[in-house]
């Protein structure tokens, strides 16, 4: 189950992402999408986890939570268009 996770602080790694989600399942990938020109964070990227319970249940306890002085928005990523 892919989640999209925006509203990311600009110093928020994706160690510290696979960590925050690693709290309610297993990650199988965190992908934290970089300005190919500035290398800074776009503040937005996905996180994989293969169990869609933990999936769930990591969406709704990290959804609207206060990170670095950010609410962090996390739902199901849709596909590409």
């Known amino acids: 189950m892919k989640l999209y996770v925006s509203n ?6 994706e160690t ?8 309610f ?16 964070t776009k503040r937005f990227g996905f996180v994989e986890m293969p169990s869609e319970p933990e999936a769930v ?4 306890k990290l959804n609207n939570k206060e990170i670095e002085g950010r609410m962090l928005s996390v ?7």
């Open 75 to 81: 739902t199901f990523a849709r596909g590409r268009r």
């Open 8 to 13: 990311i602080s600009f110093h928020t790694t």
């Open 57 to 60: 249940t990591a969406m709704e």
């Open 25 to 40: 399942g297993i990650v199988q990938s965190v992908n934290l999408i970089v300005d190919k020109l500035t290398g800074k």
């Open 16 to 23: 510290d992402l696979k960590e925050m989600f690693s709290r």
